[in-house]
């Protein structure tokens, strides 16, 4: 059977049940990048909590978002509650040797209990914001308050503007500031409880136009939209 035979399966999203249009999503969107979140609240006891609704948006200005899920009785996380008090957060990327203490800074602890110390993980103070880094994090972006959109009763978007980064010094050339992917060792988070790490790499170069026509006219082929 080829794949165009496979056909797909339809879903209405107005049919279905939030918990089912969230797997699908999750399922789908992957890998996600993960951003375990430092803040501090207003008495300065630090929070950290892994988010794999996270991506970059933009790069000038560098613009990152986080999709925070309130808990079930519409209270905040804490880290919703921390970046409303102080407008900052830092996100520092997940490698492989963090993936367990990431877990850990999930568990639902009270607000008053630092989940760093619980994994095991090291607060470096922030140079920016107020909230620490992680020194085990290959990478971590200090992030302003942007812009909050408030989806639905339960949800809110976070974007944050980063207003500066700390790279682990083997993984970045300062001069050029070429990241070496390779080094960073980032997972990403797939549907349920799955994980992908990013060892297996690839390279391929964007066409440009110019190279696009050149292959077709090597192939023989007629570009009557040719510029
Ligand atoms: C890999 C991973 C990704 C997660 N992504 C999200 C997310 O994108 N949004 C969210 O609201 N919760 C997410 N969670 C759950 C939160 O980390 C969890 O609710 C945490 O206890 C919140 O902590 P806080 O109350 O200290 O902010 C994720 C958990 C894991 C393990």
Redesign the pocket.
Same mark, same amino acid.
């Given at each position: 059977m080829s794949s165009a035979d496979v056909g797909h399966t339809h879903f209405d999203f107005a049919h279905l049940s939030g918990r089912d249009k969230y797997k699908l999503i999750i399922g789908t969107v992957i890998p996600?990048p993960?951003a375990l979140?430092t803040?501090v609240d207003e008495n300065g006891i630090v929070?950290?909590?892994? =988010?794999? =609704? =996270?991506n970059a948006l933009s790069g000038d200005p560098a613009i990152v978002a986080?999709?925070?899920?309130?808990?079930a009785n519409v209270d =905040?996380?804490?880290?919703?509650?921390?970046i409303r008090v102080t407008e900052q957060f830092t996100v520092n990327i997940?490698d492989d040797a963090m993936v367990e203490a990431?877990?850990i800074?999930?568990?639902?602890?009270p607000?008053d209990v630092d989940?760093l110390e619980m994994a095991g993980l090291t607060a470096v103070p922030g140079v920016h914001v107020g909230c620490p880094r992680i020194l085990q994090s290959p990478a971590s972006l200090e992030c302003k308050r942007y812009l909050t959109l408030a989806v639905g009763k339960s949800?809110e978007i976070i974007l944050g503007e980063v207003v500066g980064a700390f790279i682990r010094s083997d993984s970045v050339d300062p001069t050029n500031k070429h990241v070496d992917q390779a080094r960073m060792q980032a997972v990403g988070?797939l549907g349920g409880?799955d994980?992908a790490s990013t060892k297996d790499q690839f390279t391929l170069p964007t066409i440009s136009l110019e190279d696009w026509i050149t292959k077709l006219k090597n192939k023989n082929m007629a570009t009557e939209w040719e510029p």
């Open positions: 996600r993960i979140v803040t929070n950290a909590a892994p =988010f794999s =609704f =996270f986080i999709g925070v899920e309130n808990k =905040f996380k804490d880290t919703g509650r921390n997940v990431m877990n800074c999930a568990v639902p602890f607000p989940e949800r988070r409880h994980y």
